[in-house]
Nanobody
Framework: EQLEESGGGLVQAGASLRLSCAASDPTFSRYAMGWVRQALGKEREFVAAISWSGGTTFYTRSVEGRFTISRETAKNTVYLQMNSLKPEDTAVYYC???????????????WGQGTQVTVSS
Protein backbone atom coordinates (compact mmCIF):
# COMPACT_ATOMS: atom_id res chain seq x y z
CA GLU A 1 0.00 0.00 0.00
CA GLN A 2 1.24 3.47 -0.82
CA LEU A 3 -0.61 5.06 2.10
CA GLU A 4 -1.03 3.16 5.34
CA GLU A 5 -3.14 4.51 8.19
CA SER A 6 -2.88 3.59 11.84
CA GLY A 7 -4.12 4.84 15.20
CA GLY A 8 -7.85 4.26 15.00
CA GLY A 9 -9.81 2.67 17.80
CA LEU A 10 -12.71 2.84 20.23
CA VAL A 11 -12.76 5.72 22.70
CA GLN A 12 -15.27 7.54 24.86
CA ALA A 13 -16.59 10.98 24.07
CA GLY A 14 -14.12 13.66 25.09
CA ALA A 15 -11.07 11.49 24.55
CA SER A 16 -8.24 11.97 22.07
CA LEU A 17 -6.73 9.88 19.29
CA ARG A 18 -3.88 10.46 16.89
CA LEU A 19 -4.07 8.98 13.42
CA SER A 20 -0.93 8.43 11.40
CA CYS A 21 -0.51 7.91 7.68
CA ALA A 22 2.81 6.64 6.40
CA ALA A 23 3.57 7.03 2.71
CA SER A 24 5.77 4.40 1.14
CA ASP A 25 7.02 6.53 -1.77
CA PRO A 26 9.24 9.56 -1.11
CA THR A 27 7.38 11.31 -3.93
CA PHE A 28 4.55 11.95 -1.48
CA SER A 29 6.71 14.45 0.34
CA ARG A 30 5.85 16.83 -2.51
CA TYR A 31 2.11 16.10 -2.38
CA ALA A 32 -0.69 17.66 -0.45
CA MET A 33 -2.09 15.15 2.01
CA GLY A 34 -5.22 14.95 4.07
CA TRP A 35 -7.97 12.99 5.72
CA VAL A 36 -11.44 12.09 4.54
CA ARG A 37 -13.99 10.19 6.63
CA GLN A 38 -17.06 8.14 5.92
CA ALA A 39 -19.66 7.28 8.49
CA LEU A 40 -21.89 4.26 8.04
CA GLY A 41 -24.62 5.04 5.53
CA LYS A 42 -23.27 8.51 4.75
CA GLU A 43 -21.22 10.07 1.99
CA ARG A 44 -17.52 10.65 2.30
CA GLU A 45 -16.67 13.91 4.04
CA PHE A 46 -13.53 16.02 3.81
CA VAL A 47 -11.91 16.45 7.23
CA ALA A 48 -8.55 18.20 6.86
CA ALA A 49 -5.65 18.67 4.49
CA ILE A 50 -2.13 20.08 4.53
CA SER A 51 0.12 21.42 1.81
CA TRP A 52 3.34 19.68 0.88
CA SER A 53 5.32 22.32 2.79
CA GLY A 54 3.06 22.12 5.82
CA GLY A 55 2.45 25.84 5.58
CA THR A 56 -1.23 25.70 4.66
CA THR A 57 -4.00 23.66 6.27
CA PHE A 58 -7.72 23.30 5.67
CA TYR A 59 -10.33 21.93 8.06
CA THR A 60 -14.00 21.23 7.77
CA ARG A 61 -15.93 23.45 10.15
CA SER A 62 -17.12 20.66 12.42
CA VAL A 63 -13.56 19.75 13.47
CA GLU A 64 -11.94 23.20 13.61
CA GLY A 65 -10.42 23.79 17.03
CA ARG A 66 -10.53 20.08 17.89
CA PHE A 67 -8.45 18.40 15.17
CA THR A 68 -4.94 19.30 14.04
CA ILE A 69 -3.25 18.03 10.90
CA SER A 70 0.52 17.99 10.64
CA ARG A 71 3.23 16.27 8.66
CA GLU A 72 6.75 15.07 9.29
CA THR A 73 8.61 15.15 6.00
CA ALA A 74 11.60 13.16 7.24
CA LYS A 75 9.28 10.26 8.04
CA ASN A 76 6.98 10.81 5.05
CA THR A 77 4.11 10.75 7.51
CA VAL A 78 1.03 12.87 8.10
CA TYR A 79 -0.85 12.98 11.40
CA LEU A 80 -4.33 13.89 12.54
CA GLN A 81 -4.52 14.76 16.21
CA MET A 82 -8.15 14.48 17.29
CA ASN A 83 -9.17 15.97 20.62
CA SER A 84 -12.54 16.32 22.33
CA LEU A 85 -13.94 13.52 20.20
CA LYS A 86 -17.70 13.30 19.75
CA PRO A 87 -19.91 10.37 18.77
CA GLU A 88 -20.55 12.11 15.45
CA ASP A 89 -16.84 11.76 14.67
CA THR A 90 -17.37 7.99 14.36
CA ALA A 91 -16.33 6.94 10.87
CA VAL A 92 -13.71 5.22 8.78
CA TYR A 93 -10.90 7.72 8.29
CA TYR A 94 -8.99 7.61 5.00
CA CYS A 95 -5.62 9.16 4.33
CA UNK A 96 -5.47 10.89 0.94
CA UNK A 97 -2.77 12.49 -1.17
CA UNK A 98 -2.61 14.46 -4.36
CA UNK A 99 -0.76 17.01 -6.39
CA UNK A 100 -2.98 19.90 -5.32
CA UNK A 101 -4.23 21.03 -1.94
CA UNK A 102 -7.99 21.33 -2.11
CA UNK A 103 -11.00 21.25 0.15
CA UNK A 104 -12.88 18.24 -1.12
CA UNK A 105 -13.01 14.49 -1.52
CA UNK A 106 -12.75 14.00 -5.28
CA UNK A 107 -9.46 15.71 -6.10
CA UNK A 108 -7.04 13.44 -4.28
CA UNK A 109 -5.63 10.66 -6.45
CA UNK A 110 -4.25 8.39 -3.73
CA TRP A 111 -6.22 6.79 -0.93
CA GLY A 112 -5.33 4.54 1.97
CA GLN A 113 -7.41 1.58 3.12
CA GLY A 114 -8.89 3.45 6.05
CA THR A 115 -8.90 3.09 9.82
CA GLN A 116 -11.99 2.88 12.01
CA VAL A 117 -12.60 5.49 14.68
CA THR A 118 -15.50 4.83 17.04
CA VAL A 119 -16.53 7.30 19.72
CA SER A 120 -19.00 6.11 22.33
CA SER A 121 -21.27 8.44 24.25
Amino acid sequence: EQLEESGGGLVQAGASLRLSCAASDPTFSRYAMGWVRQALGKEREFVAAISWSGGTTFYTRSVEGRFTISRETAKNTVYLQMNSLKPEDTAVYYCVAGEYLEFGVTTYEYWGQGTQVTVSS
